[in-house]
């Protein structure tokens, strides 16, 4: 018997195959689909921090999030109208319609705007909150280390405020994403070398003053921009992903796997079962799929499990966890391999 179930943040799954953030999952009826078709989880449509600050604010104001990477094209071009009470309705309805986690997605870049919201969401009976952190410093003078130390301090704020499970959805763009995997995927004990003021009110350093995540969600794939020649002006890119670009995540979940605390969720590029094994093997513990679906269907979990099942019969895995993270750089033999960012001449055969 082939058995797929998975624990991802504590979270009992029925298999590895979660339905990411997106359209999908906007509305009670995609969200009864994803399930009906096999899904292991759901993550939510986000909730964009400029919907929270429209209470207070006009909406028409978005264009002051300068630098913030996604939620101009997200909530004019699919229809995200969602306010605030609107969502945690769906959270509410999402929870009894199905009996699989639901998984509340936020998608914020600034400090402090989320602390009661996040309650709000773990007591509509979400199994777990996303944080969906996508900041594009593009301006000379925005450090690095400041840039890195917003993420953990968003992280710990919302960490602080709920007993529900956290994971962090985050990009690739860090001169140093190991470090900031490190800082984000353990428990700190001891007082951080490099700040003070990060431990929360009423904490010492001589305790646990920062929370890793539960997990990590490994890449969002950002808005994309294009530009359109023949009109001169830019325009959106293709919102949905090609297969070949689940390389990056592969690399990253294969690296990361066994070095820090967190789970590991895949997302970008995975198409098909044979990418799903793949981000298993390198040892994710959870794929995340959203463009496959949108271009084939909800059909396509069912699809993706299948192969998922055949392959294990084929290799005789009765089990994941018999195989996840095989081929992780920390059971290799060779963990250079996973390194090499050079062509080199001999070892490709191209030139
Ligand atoms: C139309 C569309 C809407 C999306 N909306 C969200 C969103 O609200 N929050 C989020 O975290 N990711 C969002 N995403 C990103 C997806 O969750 C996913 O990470 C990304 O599409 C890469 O996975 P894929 O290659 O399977 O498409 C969206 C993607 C698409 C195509």
Redesign the pocket.
């Known amino acids: 018997m082939t058995d797929l179930t998975t624990s991802y943040m504590g979270l009992k799954l029925r298999n590895p195959l979660v339905v990411?953030?997106?359209?999908l999952t906007?509305h009670l009826a995609g969200v009864k689909q994803a399930a009906d078709a096999g899904a292991g989880a759901i993550?939510l449509?986000?909730l964009?921090e400029e919907q929270l600050a429209a209470e207070t604010a006009a909406m028409g104001k978005h264009a002051a999030y300068a630098g913030h990477t996604?939620a101009a094209e997200?909530l004019q071009?699919?229809g995200?109208e969602l306010g605030p009470n609107d969502y945690l309705s769906l959270v509410r309805d999402a929870v009894k319609a199905v009996d699989i986690p639901i998984i509340a997605?936020l998608?914020c870049f600034s400090r402090n705007s989320w602390s009661e919201y996040a309650k709000k969401i773990a007591a509509a009976g979400a199994a777990a909150i996303?944080l969906?952190i996508g900041l594009l410093p593009n301006r000379s003078g925005q450090q690095g280390r400041a840039i890195e130390e917003h993420y953990y301090q968003i992280l710990h704020e919302i960490k602080l405020q709920v007993d529900i499970p956290v994971a962090l959805?985050i990009g690739p763009y860090f001169s140093s994403l190991a470090e900031v995997a490190d800082h984000l995927g353990r428990d700190l004990v001891e007082a951080p070398p490099f700040t003070v003021g990060w431990c929360g009110p009423g904490e010492t350093p001589a305790k646990i003053c920062w929370r890793k995540a539960d997990a990590l969600?490994l890449?969002?794939?950002f808005y994309q921009l294009d530009i359109d020649i023949d009109n001169l002006e830019l325009i959106a890119g293709n919102?949905?992903?090609a297969p070949n670009?689940?390389n990056l995540s592969l690399r990253w979940i294969a690296l990361l796997y066994k070095r820090i605390e967190s789970d590991l969720a895949a997302?970008?590029?995975?198409?098909d079962g044979r990418d799903a094994i793949k981000q298993l093997l390198a040892g994710a513990t959870v794929v995340?799929?959203?463009?496959?679906?949108?271009i084939n269907g909800m059909d396509q979990i069912g699809q993706i499990a299948k192969e998922l099942e055949s392959w294990m019969q084929t290799h005789n895995f009765s089990r994941i966890d018999q195989f996840r993270g095989l081929l992780s750089q920390a059971r290799s033999k060779h963990p250079e391999n996973f390194e090499r960012l050079q062509y080199i001449k001999l070892f490709v055969g191209l030139e």
């Open positions: 990411a953030s997106s359209s906007g993550v449509k986000s964009f996604e997200y071009g699919y995200m997605s998608n996303e969906n959805k969600v890449f969002n794939r919102p949905l992903s670009e689940i997302t970008t590029g995975i198409h995340q799929l959203c463009s496959t679906l949108m």
